[in-house]
């Protein structure tokens, strides 16, 4: 099962007040688990950053001025993620920043039945009730290593990858998956198949050949 983790970064909060993405970040998963596989690009907002903003994020007007406009790296994102289940740590906030973008390029909107969305903020809500499930919270209390001056979409795909790899289960999951496999196969074998195993007799040639192996070894 592929997934990607994705995460944007802004001029500010609302795109109906004319915010526009600057970057987004994405972190390939099969079965839940990193690739190593990334996918990320800086864009052009053709607008000012406001000063809160580049606060948060630090990517400024300069940096971003010969970066790519939206329009120029839709075919690319789209590629990247297709088919995939979209986890997004607050979904609410980030698809409709991508849909608007992607519609005002007359390109369609993330169809939520192609890209089905996870939302580990909804998530995080109901395993951890009551408590600060920020993408920060989440890190400290799955002991995610964060080491940051800014935010960034790709870093922030990144973190949000390996909390959620925690949030089901952390990297044991896979210790016990290949256990389960495996009994699950010895199991289906014997019942199913009732095989038994093919013994090979060992000539005599062989056992010499193994023995004077072994004194060559003894005597090296």
């Known amino acids: ?97 991508i849909n608007y973008e992607l519609e005002i390029n007359n390109s369609k909107a993330l169809d939520p039945k192609k890209n089905n969305v996870i939302d580990t903020l909804n998530l995080a809500r109901k395993m951890h009730p009551g408590q600060s499930v920020s993408l920060d919270a989440l890190s400290r209390r799955y002991k995610v290593n964060l080491e940051r001056e800014n935010h960034g979409a790709l870093l922030d795909a990144q973190i949000l990858a390996e909390v959620y790899l925690e949030m089901n289960g952390g990297r044991q999951q896979n210790i016990n998956l290949i256990e389960s496999v495996n009994k699950t196969k010895k199991n289906t074998r014997a019942e199913i198949y009732n095989y038994s195993r093919k013994l090979y007799e060992v000539t005599d040639q062989e056992k010499k050949n193994h023995q004077e192996l072994l004194d060559f070894i003894n005597n090296f």
């Open 1 to 97: 099962m592929r997934s990607i983790t994705l995460d944007i970064e802004t001029t500010g909060l609302s795109f109906l007040e004319g915010h526009k993405i600057v970057e987004i970040g994405c972190v390939e998963l099969l079965n839940n688990f990193p690739t190593g596989k990334t996918w990320q690009r800086y864009i052009n907002p053709e607008r000012s950053i406001p000063e809160e903003a580049f606060k948060i994020h630090g990517l400024s007007n300069e940096f971003l001025s010969n970066k790519p406009v939206f329009f120029d790296i839709i075919n690319d994102f789209l590629n990247f993620i297709k088919d995939s289940d979209l986890i997004i740590h607050n979904s609410r906030f980030d698809l409709p920043f």
